[in-house]
């Protein structure tokens, strides 16, 4: 996720790193700079935060329900929510990635515990699922019976 957002020149210089050619280091290192946010820089996820955020702000008339997902419902690159029904569940996948193609972002490794919902979805932006049953089955939690 982090190299989806990119830095400022003007703010390369912070993300800057040194590099010698070959190994040797009795020459000059060569300086590089970032110019996108970096995984296991402390920064980035709070930038991407931000920017996902941001992104959702702008574009909240693309659907206000996928804006509050995507505000609210992130933790760094993981979106976790519930819908009512399955077209409230195709509609907010839809309209967040529409919301976040906006920005040049790809929200992409859906999952999701509906079948017909998964195939709603081009496969290519379906989450490698190992489970093979989605669907909700008898020896899964019940309120009355626990699991």
């Not at 931000?50 to 959702?56: E, H, I, S, T, V």
């Not at 933790?75 to 193609?101: F, P, R, T, W």
């Not at 909700?136 to 019976?145: D, I, N, Y």
Request: hydrophobic letters at 35%; a negative charge; proline letters at 5%.
């Amino acid at each position: 996720m982090f190299h989806q957002f990119r830095v400022k020149p003007e703010h390369q210089a912070f993300l800057r790193f040194l590099w010698w050619e070959d190994e040797d280091f009795t020459q000059p290192p060569v300086d590089f700079r970032m110019k996108v946010h970096l995984f296991g820089a402390v920064s980035s996820p709070a930038c991407a935060n931000f920017g996902l955020k941001q992104l959702a702000k702008d574009y909240k008339h693309l659907g206000v329900n996928a804006s509050e997902f995507l505000k609210n419902n992130f933790y760094v690159d993981h979106g976790l929510k519930s819908e009512q029904s399955v077209e409230a569940m195709k509609d907010l996948i839809h309209n967040a990635v529409e919301i976040c193609e906006k920005g040049n972002l790809r929200l992409h490794k859906i999952s999701c515990n509906n079948s017909e919902v998964m195939l709603s979805l081009p496969e290519s932006e379906r989450a490698i699922v190992t489970q093979t049953d989605l669907e909700p089955s008898q020896k899964s939690f019940s309120p009355e019976k626990g699991f």
